[in-house]
C-alpha cells in the first residue's frame, strides 16, 4: 500500500513538474512575444501608442516620442487628455471615443495646431484600450496644395487667356497657329476654327517686317515693338507686339507665344500729343517750343553762310480790354483771324509763331540782306505789311473791332545770343514800341538792355538791403497855426555805393517783388514805436505821425489785425496815427475798404487821402468812406499862383472839404505867397520845404524842441 502511494505520488511531482515547465515555457514565450512586438513596434517608422480604457499611456515608441515632442518616460501611465488637453473637442477626442464605444476601427486625418503639422491617425479598439499608428503627411499635405493652387492658376490663366482683351496667339516654328484666344477674334474677326493650323503670315500684306521680327526673336528669344497687322475685313491696325520663345525640354524653339495690344487710340492720342507739343491749340501756328527750335536752327544757318535774320515780337494794343469787354471767346476769334493775315506777310522759309495771349513772334530769315542797313530796311518793309493787315477790321460776330499792334525787332546774324536773349531783346523793343503809344514798331537798342541790368541790379541789393537793415524813416513836419503839429514818416534807402535814395528810385520795385509787404510793416511799426517814444516826453507828446499805406500792403486780409498787434506791441497811441491811402486803394473793392478802415477807426486811427485830385477822385466814394483828412497834391499847389485851373482846383477842393466836414493839409509848400493863398481860401495845415524838407530822426526832434523854447 506504502509502495503504491509512493508510486502515485511520483506520478504526481511528475505532472507538477511538467505543468511548472509547461508554464515557465510558456511564461517565457509570452517574454519572447512582447520583446519581439516591442521591437517590432520600435523599429516601425509610423509613431505607435497604446492607451488602455482609462485613457492611460502604456506604451509609446520612440517614433511617437518624436512627433509628440515628449519622452515617454513623462507619458506613461499618465492620461491622454491631461498631458495634451489642446485635443479635447477635436476630431481626436470624438473618433477616439467612437472607436471605444462602437468597437470600430477609425480613420482621418487632420491639422493639429500644438505640433504645427498635419497626422495621418489610424485608431484599433481592443479589451485592452486603444492602439493608435499616426504618421507625419505635413509635405504631403503641402504638396497636394500645391499642386491644387498649381492647378486652380492653370485652370484660372486658361480663362483669363480668354478673358483678356489683348489678342494672345500661340504658333509654331512652322508658323502654324495652335492656340487663338477670344481677344484675337474680337481684335481681327476671324474665330479660332478658322485660323488653327493656317499660317500666322495671314495677319500681314508686307512679311518683310514680320520676318525681320521674328529673325531676333529666334536670336534673342523674345522681341517687343510695334507692327502693322491686317485684319479679316482688310483693314490694317497698329499693334503693340510682345513675342516670347518658347523651348522644349532641350532646349530647342517650339513655338511663339504672342501677345498683341490694338493701339489704334494709342497712336491717334500720340498724333494729337505731338501736334499739341509743337502747335498751338488756338491758331495752329508753331508754339514757343516750335519757335526755340526754329530760332536756334536760324542761328546755326545764320552764322554757316553769314547773312542776317530778324526776330520780331507782336504785341496786339489794348487787347486786355476786348477781352474784358466782350469776352474771351471774342478775343480768342480775333487771334484765329490774325493767325493767317501774319503767315501771309512772311515768304515760306520764315515762321510765324504764337507764344502765348496775344503775343506773336515772327522769325525772318528768307533771303535777308548780310548788310545791316539793308537787313534793316527789309525788316521795316515786312513790319509796314504787318501794320498794314490790321487796316481790315476783324469780324466778331456782328461786331467789327479795329485794332493795331505793337512791334519789337532784334536783328542777328551769328550765335553770339542765346534764343533766350534773342527774345528779351525782342520782347524789350516791343515794350518801347508799347510806351510811345502802341502801333509802332521799334529796333532793340543796346540802352535798353543797359536801363534792364539797371533795374535788375536795383532789385538785387533791394533784397540785400533788407537783410543789411539799410533803411531808414526821415520825418517831415505839418504845421498848422500853433506850429510843428505832427509829421510824415517818410522812407530812406542808405544805399551802400549810390548813398541816399528817396522813395521813387526803390518803392515801385519793391511793389514789384512783394518786398512792399515786409518793408511797409516795418515802416509802420517803426513809426509806431517812435510815437510811444515821443509820448513820454512833454515837446512831443502831442505829435501825430501819418503814414504811407500802399495798395498791396492794405489788401491783404489781415491788414486790421496787423494794425492793431503793431499798436498793442509798441504801446502807440492810435489817435496819433494817420494812415494816408491813395486814391487807387479806395476804388477796389469798396465794401472791403470801408469794413476795414471802419475797423481801424473804432480803434481811434484816422486816415487821410493822399494826393487828393489825381486819381480817381470821386464824391460817390468821397461820402461813404470814414477819411479825416484829403492832402492837395503838390502838382496843384505848386503852380497855384501862375496857373487860373490849379488855382480853381485848389478852391474847390477846400470848399468841397469844408462842406463834407473834412479837415485838409497842403503838400509842396515852398513858398510864403503859396502859404498865404491856401491860407486865404482856408487851408491851414501844411507841409513843405517852406517848413523842413524830410528830417533825420535826430534833427527832426531838434527842431521840435527849438520851435517849443521859441515859443516860451
Same mark, same amino acid.
Given at each position: 500500500?506504502?509502495?503504491?502511494? %509512493?508510486?502515485?505520488?511520483?506520478?504526481?511531482?511528475? #505532472?507538477?513538474?511538467?505543468?511548472?515547465?509547461?508554464?515557465?515555457?510558456?511564461?517565457?514565450?509570452?517574454?519572447?512575444?512582447?520583446?519581439?512586438?516591442?521591437? =517590432?513596434?520600435?523599429?516601425?517608422?509610423?509613431?505607435?501608442?497604446?492607451?488602455?480604457?482609462?485613457?492611460?499611456?502604456?506604451?509609446?515608441?520612440?517614433?511617437?516620442?518624436?512627433? !509628440?515632442?515628449?519622452?515617454?518616460?513623462?507619458?506613461?501611465?499618465?492620461?491622454?487628455?491631461?498631458?495634451?488637453?489642446? %485635443?479635447?473637442?477635436?476630431?481626436?477626442?470624438?473618433?477616439?471615443? $467612437?472607436?471605444?464605444?462602437?468597437?470600430?476601427?477609425?480613420?482621418?486625418?487632420?491639422?493639429? %495646431?500644438?505640433?504645427?503639422?498635419?497626422?495621418?491617425?489610424?485608431?484599433?479598439?481592443?479589451?485592452?484600450?486603444?492602439?493608435?499608428?499616426?504618421?507625419?503627411?505635413?509635405?504631403?499635405?503641402?504638396?497636394?496644395?500645391?499642386?491644387?493652387?498649381?492647378?486652380?492658376?492653370?485652370?484660372?490663366?486658361?480663362? !483669363?487667356?480668354?478673358?483678356?482683351? &489683348?489678342?494672345?496667339? /500661340?504658333?509654331?516654328?512652322?508658323?502654324?497657329? +495652335?492656340?487663338?484666344?477670344?481677344?484675337?477674334?474680337?481684335?481681327?474677326?476671324? *474665330?479660332?476654327?478658322?485660323?488653327?493650323?493656317?499660317?500666322?503670315?495671314?495677319?500681314?500684306?508686307?512679311?518683310?517686317?514680320?520676318?525681320?521680327?521674328?529673325?531676333?526673336?529666334?536670336?534673342?528669344?523674345?522681341? $517687343?515693338?510695334?507692327?502693322?497687322?491686317?485684319? #479679316?475685313?482688310?483693314?490694317?491696325?497698329?499693334?503693340?507686339?510682345?513675342?516670347?520663345?518658347?523651348?522644349?525640354?532641350?532646349? +530647342?524653339?517650339?513655338?511663339?507665344?504672342?501677345?498683341?495690344?490694338? =493701339?489704334?487710340?494709342?497712336?491717334?492720342?500720340?498724333?494729337?500729343?505731338?501736334?499739341?507739343?509743337?502747335?498751338?491749340?488756338?491758331?495752329?501756328?508753331?508754339?514757343?517750343?516750335?519757335?526755340?527750335?526754329?530760332?536756334?536752327?536760324?542761328?546755326?544757318?545764320?552764322?554757316?553762310?553769314?547773312?542776317?535774320?530778324?526776330?520780331?515780337? =507782336?504785341?496786339?494794343?489794348?487787347?486786355?480790354?476786348?477781352?474784358?469787354?466782350?469776352?474771351?471767346?471774342?478775343?480768342?476769334?480775333?487771334?484765329?483771324?490774325?493767325?493767317?493775315?501774319?503767315?501771309?506777310?512772311?515768304?515760306?522759309?520764315? *515762321?510765324?509763331?504764337?507764344?502765348?495771349?496775344?503775343?506773336?513772334?515772327?522769325?525772318?530769315?528768307?533771303?535777308?540782306?548780310?548788310?545791316?542797313?539793308?537787313?534793316?530796311?527789309?525788316?521795316?518793309?515786312?513790319?509796314?505789311?504787318?501794320?498794314?493787315?490790321?487796316?481790315?477790321?476783324?469780324?466778331?460776330?456782328?461786331? #467789327?473791332?479795329?485794332?493795331?499792334?505793337?512791334?519789337?525787332?532784334?536783328?542777328?546774324?551769328?550765335?553770339?545770343?542765346?534764343?533766350?536773349?534773342?527774345?528779351?531783346?525782342? &520782347?524789350?523793343?516791343?515794350?518801347?514800341?508799347?510806351?510811345?503809344?502802341?502801333?509802332?514798331?521799334?529796333?532793340?537798342?543796346?540802352?535798353?538792355?543797359?536801363?534792364?541790368?539797371?533795374?535788375?541790379?536795383?532789385?538785387?541789393?533791394?533784397?540785400?538791403?533788407?537783410?543789411?537793415?539799410?533803411?531808414?524813416?526821415?520825418?517831415?513836419?505839418?504845421?498848422?497855426?500853433?506850429?510843428?503839429?505832427?509829421?510824415?514818416?517818410?522812407?530812406?534807402?542808405?544805399?551802400? $555805393?549810390?548813398?541816399?535814395?528817396?522813395?521813387?528810385?526803390?518803392?515801385? +520795385?519793391?511793389?514789384?517783388?512783394?518786398?512792399?509787404?515786409?518793408?511797409? %510793416?516795418?515802416?509802420?511799426?517803426?513809426?509806431?514805436?517812435?510815437?510811444?517814444?515821443?509820448?513820454?516826453?512833454?515837446?512831443?507828446?502831442?505829435?501825430?505821425?501819418?503814414?504811407?499805406?500802399?495798395?498791396? +500792403?492794405?489788401?491783404?486780409?489781415?491788414?486790421?489785425?496787423?494794425?492793431?498787434?503793431?499798436?498793442?506791441?509798441?504801446?502807440?497811441?492810435?489817435?496819433?496815427?494817420? !494812415?494816408?491811402?491813395?486814391?487807387?486803394?479806395?476804388?477796389?473793392?469798396?465794401?472791403?475798404?470801408?469794413?476795414?478802415?471802419?475797423?481801424?477807426?473804432?480803434?481811434?486811427?484816422?486816415?487821410? !487821402?493822399?494826393?487828393?485830385?489825381?486819381?480817381?477822385?470821386?464824391?460817390?466814394?468821397?461820402? $461813404?468812406?470814414?477819411?479825416?483828412?484829403?492832402?492837395?497834391?503838390?502838382?496843384? /499847389?505848386?503852380? /497855384?499862383?501862375? &496857373?487860373?485851373?490849379?488855382?480853381?482846383?485848389?478852391?474847390?477842393?477846400?470848399?468841397?472839404?469844408?462842406?463834407?466836414?473834412?479837415?485838409?493839409?497842403?503838400?509842396?509848400?515852398?513858398?510864403?505867397?503859396?502859404? &498865404?493863398?491856401?491860407?486865404?481860401?482856408?487851408?491851414?495845415?501844411?507841409?513843405?520845404?517852406?517848413?523842413?524838407?524830410?528830417?533825420?530822426?535826430?534833427?527832426?526832434?531838434?527842431?521840435?524842441?527849438?520851435?517849443?523854447?521859441?515859443?516860451?
Amino acid at each position: 500500500m506504502k509502495k503504491e502511494k %509512493a508510486v502515485a505520488l511520483e506520478r504526481l511531482n511528475k #505532472k507538477l513538474l511538467l505543468a511548472i515547465e509547461e508554464q515557465q515555457a510558456t511564461t517565457l514565450e509570452l517574454s519572447n512575444a512582447k520583446l519581439r512586438t516591442e521591437k =517590432i513596434l520600435e523599429s516601425i517608422t509610423e509613431a505607435f501608442y497604446a492607451v488602455d480604457r482609462e485613457w492611460r499611456f502604456t506604451y509609446v515608441n520612440k517614433e511617437a516620442e518624436n512627433l !509628440l515632442r515628449r519622452p515617454r518616460g513623462e507619458l506613461l501611465g499618465k492620461v491622454l487628455w491631461n498631458e495634451f488637453k489642446e %485635443a479635447i473637442g477635436t476630431i481626436f477626442d470624438r473618433e477616439y471615443h $467612437r472607436a471605444l464605444a462602437e468597437n470600430t476601427t477609425v480613420k482621418f486625418e487632420t491639422f493639429y %495646431a500644438p505640433l504645427e503639422g498635419w497626422f495621418e491617425v489610424h485608431a484599433y479598439p481592443s479589451e485592452e484600450g486603444l492602439a493608435v499608428y499616426f504618421n507625419d503627411i505635413s509635405e504631403r499635405k503641402q504638396s497636394e496644395q500645391a499642386r491644387q493652387e498649381a492647378g486652380a492658376r492653370i485652370r484660372q490663366q486658361a480663362s !483669363l487667356l480668354d478673358k483678356a482683351t &489683348d489678342a494672345i496667339i /500661340v504658333n509654331g516654328i512652322d508658323h502654324r497657329i +495652335q492656340f487663338w484666344n477670344e481677344g484675337a477674334k474680337r481684335l481681327y474677326g476671324w *474665330t479660332s476654327e478658322e485660323v488653327l493650323g493656317k499660317s500666322i503670315e495671314l495677319l500681314y500684306e508686307d512679311t518683310l517686317t514680320f520676318n525681320e521680327a521674328t529673325s531676333l526673336l529666334l536670336n534673342s528669344g523674345e522681341w $517687343r515693338g510695334e507692327i502693322a497687322q491686317r485684319r #479679316k475685313d482688310g483693314s490694317i491696325l497698329p499693334v503693340e507686339a510682345r513675342w516670347t520663345l518658347v523651348r522644349n525640354e532641350e532646349g +530647342q524653339p517650339k513655338a511663339v507665344f504672342a501677345i498683341n495690344t490694338d =493701339i489704334t487710340q494709342r497712336k491717334s492720342a500720340e498724333n494729337k500729343i505731338q501736334y499739341l507739343a509743337f502747335f498751338d491749340s488756338l491758331t495752329g501756328l508753331p508754339n514757343r517750343q516750335l519757335l526755340l527750335d526754329r530760332l536756334r536752327q536760324a542761328l546755326v544757318a545764320r552764322a554757316r553762310n553769314h547773312r542776317m535774320g530778324a526776330l520780331l515780337f =507782336i504785341d496786339l494794343d489794348n487787347f486786355k480790354l476786348l477781352n474784358d469787354t466782350f469776352g474771351h471767346d471774342l478775343g480768342d476769334r480775333l487771334l484765329q483771324q490774325l493767325a493767317p493775315r501774319l503767315s501771309s506777310c512772311v515768304r515760306e522759309g520764315d *515762321t510765324v509763331a504764337r507764344l502765348g495771349g496775344d503775343e506773336f513772334v515772327i522769325i525772318l530769315v528768307t533771303d535777308f540782306s548780310e548788310d545791316y542797313d539793308a537787313a534793316v530796311a527789309q525788316v521795316k518793309a515786312v513790319c509796314e505789311r504787318i501794320r498794314s493787315t490790321f487796316n481790315q477790321p476783324f469780324s466778331l460776330n456782328a461786331y #467789327k473791332h479795329h485794332t493795331t499792334a505793337s512791334i519789337g525787332v532784334a536783328v542777328f546774324n551769328d550765335q553770339s545770343h542765346t534764343t533766350d536773349e534773342l527774345l528779351k531783346q525782342a &520782347d524789350l523793343a516791343m515794350y518801347q514800341a508799347k510806351a510811345s503809344g502802341g502801333n509802332a514798331m521799334c529796333f532793340f537798342d543796346p540802352d535798353m538792355q543797359a536801363a534792364i541790368n539797371a533795374r535788375a541790379a536795383l532789385e538785387s541789393d533791394l533784397h540785400k538791403s533788407w537783410e543789411r537793415n539799410e533803411f531808414v524813416l526821415h520825418y517831415q513836419p505839418q504845421v498848422d497855426s500853433r506850429g510843428i503839429m505832427g509829421a510824415e514818416a517818410l522812407i530812406r534807402w542808405q544805399h551802400p $555805393r549810390r548813398g541816399l535814395l528817396p522813395p521813387d528810385q526803390f518803392i515801385p +520795385q519793391t511793389e514789384e517783388t512783394r518786398l512792399i509787404l515786409p518793408l511797409g %510793416a516795418w515802416v509802420l511799426e517803426t513809426a509806431c514805436t517812435q510815437l510811444a517814444i515821443w509820448s513820454e516826453r512833454p515837446t512831443t507828446a502831442q505829435l501825430n505821425l501819418a503814414v504811407n499805406i500802399s495798395a498791396r +500792403q492794405f489788401s491783404q486780409p489781415d491788414f486790421v489785425e496787423q494794425v492793431v498787434s503793431i499798436l498793442d506791441r509798441t504801446g502807440a497811441d492810435p489817435q496819433r496815427l494817420k !494812415l494816408e491811402l491813395t486814391e487807387s486803394i479806395l476804388v477796389h473793392n469798396m465794401e472791403d475798404t470801408i469794413e476795414k478802415m471802419a475797423a481801424l477807426k473804432a480803434k481811434g486811427v484816422g486816415f487821410a !487821402l493822399d494826393d487828393f485830385g489825381v486819381g480817381y477822385s470821386s464824391l460817390y466814394y468821397l461820402k $461813404r468812406l470814414p477819411i479825416d483828412w484829403v492832402k492837395i497834391d503838390q502838382s496843384f /499847389v505848386r503852380d /497855384v499862383l501862375t &496857373d487860373n485851373n490849379d488855382a480853381t482846383i485848389v478852391r474847390a477842393i477846400l470848399l468841397l472839404a469844408k462842406s463834407m466836414g473834412l479837415a485838409v493839409i497842403a503838400e509842396g509848400v515852398e513858398t510864403v505867397a503859396q502859404k &498865404d493863398f491856401l491860407a486865404t481860401h482856408g487851408c491851414t495845415t501844411y507841409q513843405g520845404y517852406l517848413f523842413s524838407p524830410p528830417l533825420p530822426l535826430d534833427q527832426f526832434e531838434e527842431l521840435v524842441v527849438e520851435e517849443k523854447n521859441a515859443q516860451y
